[in-house]
């Protein structure tokens, strides 16, 4: 049986490239900090609510809807200047790093089964 999910490995590399330019271009923009463009729940409900889908979208089309509907609204908690409660990783390398755990399904929640774990 095939993967439905599955993909080639040059499609792969794709649209990894994909991503990595969006992010890269996005924690590259230093112009803006902290900019935040205020949206009601109303607002948002309008902008992320739609029909599912038959089939799936390019990836293109989904980051360019990320970039114009939601990271408009999303606080920039990844910039150098933001000083308050820091969430998540918000550097290149700690995002590679999630990349590579995220990829490799990581799951290091006991010793046992720990890459490290020898019997």
Not at 5 to 31: F, I, K, N
Not at 100 to 111: D, E, K, M, P, R
Request: proline share 8%.
């Amino acid at each position: 049986m095939k993967d439905q999910l599955g993909v080639d490995p040059e499609t792969a590399r794709r649209l990894g490239y994909e991503v990595v330019d969006m992010l890269v271009e996005r924690m590259s923009d230093l112009q803006h900090p902290l900019q935040v463009k205020d949206a009601s729940p109303a607002e948002m409900r309008e902008r992320v609510s739609m029909e599912l889908p038959g089939e799936g979208a390019a990836l293109s089309s989904i980051i360019a809807d990320l970039q114009r509907s939601i990271l408009p609204h999303y606080i920039r908690a990844d910039h150098p200047s933001y000083f308050a409660f820091v969430p998540g990783s918000s550097t290149w390398p700690g995002a590679l790093a999630d990349f590579i755990a995220g990829g490799l399904n990581v799951h290091a929640t006991s010793w046992y089964e720990c890459p490290g774990h020898r019997t």
